[in-house]
């Protein structure tokens, strides 16, 4: 059977750390899965980020935000707005990323926070939600060699700090997909 690159929103949660955001926006260059994100998600991890992070700029944030949409010019959703007083949500707050799913076609929001995206409201949209770590496991049981080339292309994208494949594998771990990280190990080779 054919490979079909599901279409997922990424939360603020999953851009909000270096390395995932790497990790994650690598898998969708490499058309592992078709990302979607907004305006309002982007604001809500760089404003995050820099509230958590001082010494970072708002400035280097926004250009890593344009690097993204150079990369993946059609991610950034627009008009979910009409979808969001369909969507039922713990916090009122996070169902701009429920309309974005709903709005882009996704199947699936990418997420830490599960308890925030309830199964049975997210049915109702034709939605699953999926740790980061789960989203890129099922990616590797379906693509093994593919995965692990984009895996290695988020290495390459460290060339400033020349991180080692076990290193990188170490990453995996801080970031907390230690499924991915444990499917990788046998491939370390190929980082």
Same mark, same amino acid.
């Given at each position: 059977m054919a490979f079909s690159p599901v279409v997922a929103v990424c =939360?603020?949660?999953?851009?909000?750390?270096?390395? +995932?955001r790497n990790i994650i926006v690598q898998a969708g260059v490499d058309r592992l899965f078709q990302a979607r994100?907004? %305006?309002?998600?982007? =604001?809500?991890w760089m404003r995050n980020l820099v509230a958590n992070t001082p010494s970072l700029s708002l400035t280097? $944030? %926004?250009? &890593?935000?344009? +690097?993204?949409t150079i990369a993946l010019p059609a991610a950034t959703v627009v008009g979910y707005g009409k979808h969001i007083a369909a969507v039922? +949500?713990?916090?009122?707050? =996070?169902?701009?990323? &429920?309309?974005?799913? /709903?709005e &882009?076609?996704?199947?699936? /929001?990418?997420?830490?926070?599960?308890?925030d995206f309830p199964?049975?409201? $997210? @049915?109702k949209h034709n939605l699953v939600r999926q740790t980061p770590d789960a989203f890129l496991a099922g990616l590797y049981e379906q693509?093994? %060699?593919r995965q692990t080339g984009s895996l290695a292309n988020a290495r390459r994208n460290l060339s400033r700090t020349r991180v080692s &494949?076990?290193?990188?594998?170490? /990453? $995996?771990?801080?970031?907390?997909?230690?499924?991915?990280?444990?499917? /990788? %190990? @046998?491939?370390?080779? =190929? +980082?």
């Open positions: =939360d603020a949660c999953v851009l909000y750390p270096f390395h +995932l994100w907004t %305006e309002e998600i982007h =604001d809500e280097r $944030l %926004e250009a &890593a935000k344009q +690097l993204m039922s +949500l713990p916090d009122p707050d =996070d169902r701009h990323v &429920a309309a974005a799913a /709903i &882009a076609g996704a199947s699936t /929001i990418i997420t830490w926070n599960l308890r199964v049975p409201e $997210l @049915k693509v093994p %060699e &494949a076990s290193d990188f594998i170490g /990453i $995996l771990r801080d970031q907390r997909l230690t499924r991915l990280a444990v499917q /990788i %190990e @046998k491939h370390v080779g =190929d +980082l």
